[in-house]
């Protein structure tokens, strides 16, 4: 194969899957000045992107898609041919769900987009793996595409994985920490070289390295973080039990640059559509290449995390004087993190949900998640404001720490609570504050009848003392 048939100067980029990924990625793409062609099977979503309607939340996304609709760089179709006749270069974004039963990831949705787009190809092509999956799925696919493209047509297959964030996928895909680029050939890498020149010369590091690790480095990322944490969150149940606590002592490791300061915030934990079930997979995949000590490691991240969402409810429980029957619950929050209207494994939505089950009267308020929040769990009530989520509330608790919930007044919200009662499951709002204004205020992992003075607030007084 030469770089020339598989990637021209100006090469034609293919997107297949339309979610938060392959949307981002197309309209970033267009953004870096290529043409853009986008497929997904669905075509109610592609007629929405198409008259450039988001079907989900993003900060900056819908912006950037109209915009370049209307450029005519960025086009939608529900036909894999019309990608196969345009595109040079190929990214797969579709999903990989948790499988119906086990923990391991389903890949259904990749094999069947890359059998589909390699059946139609009239020349030859690089397929990019976006997505996230188990390791040994390039392998997998290149073995199973070649036989597919018609006599004479080349296909290869790297892999390319996605670090975007919700909530900030635009900024995460067009000013990437790294690049990780698995690949099997020099060509291939070239060809993604050439696509990503902006974005390398704009200081993103690049990794060249092969499809297994390009596809475990991801894997390994999202194991990480889910790991910190719920080292924080263990770190929480150690404050408690001896009155320390965890927002101090997070801050104060946080400061170690070899640990660092984020995803130490202890709480409800981590949900959303990646974080566990990747975790699941690779704890799955642990398990099918024989490798105990990561299986039972992060066997226990998930189960302290479910754990979480447990114990969350329980001081809900206590805090209502052992029952929720009958009393009036506001649920602040529904999405997984503030950011997004993504509920997909939200601990918030879970939370809500399983208070609602116990006989609690539960309203949620969610910024931008209501109405995904009522499509999954059409049994709770929702309320358009804060305010009226908290009317008449024996406990208010807060799920999701969006910053217009974290910055509510205390003062302003008391009257519309029957008793003034707080349970922070993110640990985001400032207890004295809301002590003060007359509210019993419960966190995690926090003494909360003690003023707590915090080490940001030492490392100021030490700074103005110089
Ligand atoms: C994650 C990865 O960050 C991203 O690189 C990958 O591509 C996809 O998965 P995302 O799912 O958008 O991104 O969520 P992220 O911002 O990473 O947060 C994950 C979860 O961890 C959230 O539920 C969040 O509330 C929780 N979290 C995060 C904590 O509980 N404590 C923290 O300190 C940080």
Request: glycine share 10%; aromatic share 4%; with cysteine.
């Amino acid at each position: 194969m030469t770089l020339n048939s598989m990637a021209p100067l100006e090469p034609v980029i293919g997107v297949i899957g339309t979610g938060y990924l392959g949307t981002t990625h197309a309209a970033c793409m267009a953004e870096l000045g290529f043409e853009v062609v986008a497929q997904d099977q669905s075509r109610e979503r592609v007629a929405r992107l198409a008259s450039g309607e988001l079907p989900f939340y993003e900060p900056a996304l819908a912006e950037l898609v109209r915009r370049h609709t209307a450029s005519g760089r960025l086009r939608f179709t529900a036909d894999v041919a019309d990608v196969a006749a345009a595109a040079d270069v190929h990214f797969l974004c579709v999903g990989t769900p948790q499988a119906g039963e086990g923990m391991a990831a389903d890949t259904s949705q990749v094999f069947a987009a890359a059998r589909a787009l390699a059946m139609c190809l009239e020349r030859d092509a690089l397929i990019v793996g976006k997505s996230t999956v188990p390791v040994g799925t390039t392998e997998a696919l290149a073995a199973e595409l070649a036989p597919l493209a018609a006599p004479g047509i080349e296909v290869e297959v790297a892999w390319n994985p996605e670090f975007l964030r919700e909530g900030h996928a635009v900024d995460d895909t067009l000013r990437p920490d790294r690049l990780v680029l698995g690949v099997s050939s020099g060509e291939a890498e070239k060809a993604l070289r050439q696509i990503y020149v902006d974005v390398i010369r704009d200081g993103a590091a690049v990794v060249v390295t092969d499809p297994a690790t390009a596809e475990l480095v991801k894997v390994a990322a999202n194991a990480f973080l889910a790991t910190k944490v719920t080292f924080a969150n263990l770190m929480g149940e150690l404050c408690e039990a001896a009155g320390a606590d965890v927002t101090t002592l997070a801050e104060s490791i946080g400061l170690d640059p070899r640990i660092g300061p984020q995803f130490l915030g202890a709480g409800l934990g981590f949900g959303g559509g990646c974080l566990p079930k990747d975790l699941r997979a690779l704890i799955a995949r642990a398990d099918e290449l024989g490798v105990g000590h990561a299986r039972r490691l992060l066997g226990v991240v998930d189960e302290v995390n479910e754990g979480q969402r447990v114990r969350t409810v329980e001081t809900a429980v206590e805090l209502c004087g052992g029952s929720v029957a009958g009393v009036r619950i506001a649920a602040l929050g529904a999405a997984f993190k503030p950011g997004t209207d993504d509920v997909r494994d939200s601990p918030s939505l879970a939370v809500a949900a399983r208070l609602r089950d116990l006989g609690a009267i539960v309203t949620v308020h969610d910024p931008h998640a209501n109405d995904n929040a009522r499509a999954v769990e059409p049994d709770l009530c929702f309320a358009a404001t804060p305010e009226d989520a908290c009317r008449g509330a024996s406990l208010v608790v807060l799920l999701t720490e969006w910053e217009e919930l974290v910055r509510l007044d205390p003062r302003e919200l008391r009257p519309y609570v029957a008793v003034p009662r707080m349970l922070d499951a993110r640990n985001a709002l400032d207890p004295q504050r809301w002590q003060l204004a007359g509210w019993e205020h419960r966190g995690f992992g926090r003494s909360s009848d003690r003023a707590q003075l915090s080490v940001g607030s030492r490392v100021r007084e030490t700074e103005l003392m110089q």
